[in-house]
């Protein structure tokens, strides 16, 4: 389905764009890029079948040779960290795995555009690009939400990441609207209500 290829794809790189300058184009996404995305979005959906459905996972892949490092979920409950967001995890696996802070050289994907405490994480640790699925006014349909852009936090930053997206967005938003996924929704603090 083309619109479901086509993104529009915004980045931010730092001091290149400017502080408060980001780009917005409509182009179609990278073959590559909707590839790992329908595998992260399969990997998040497994969830669908345990006792905690989640909607939120992350890839970290090598960027030039396309090498998957590793995947992560959301984890809040089951870690009892609110802070356990899937993009953050899989930055802190991933690092203490290569057993380095520089992620440089790697691609995040994360089914849901990065809230900003995600996406800060990605800039210190270094990530080359963030390539995401649903939006954050999606994932707002469900659960509270920060309105802070990711490619809007990249750009008021002085480190330099790409921020692409959305990408596979109607398969990425699948993920929330699980009938599995709007029941587990409503044990969630953070639901949306009313
Ligand atoms: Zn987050």
């Known amino acids: 389905m083309l619109i479901s290829i086509m993104g529009v794809i915004s980045t931010a790189s730092g001091r290149r764009a ?3 300058e980001h780009v917005c184009r409509a182009v179609p996404a990278l073959a590559v890029d909707l590839e790992r995305m329908t595998a992260l ?7 669908m079948r345990t006792r905690y459905p989640r909607p939120f996972g992350a890839l970290i892949v090598h960027s030039t040779t396309g090498k998957t490092l590793l995947s992560a979920l959301n984890a809040v409950r089951q870690e009892c960290d609110p802070s356990a967001h899937a993009e953050v995890r899989a930055i802190r696996l991933a690092t203490r795995r290569l057993k380095q802070i520089s992620l440089a ?3 995040l994907y994360t089914t849901c555009e990065p809230c900003p405490m995600c996406m800060s994480a990605a800039l ?6 963030v390539v995401y699925g649903a939006t954050i006014e999606d994932a707002n349909r469900h659960c509270s939400q920060i309105h802070i852009p990711a ?3 990249a750009a ?3 480190m330099t990441c790409a921020v692409e997206g ?5 398969e990425c938003y699948a993920l929330f609207t699980h009938p599995r996924m709007t029941k587990a929704f409503q044990l969630w603090p953070t639901r949306k209500r009313g």
């Open 105 to 107: 050289g790697y691609t």
């Open 151 to 153: 490619v809007e936090v």
């Open 124 to 129: 210190w640790a270094a990530l080359d690009r």
């Open 41 to 47: 979005a399969a990997f998040t959906a497994r969830s």
């Open 166 to 170: 959305p990408v596979l967005r109607d």
């Open 156 to 158: 008021r930053s002085d």
């Open 18 to 20: 400017g502080k408060s």
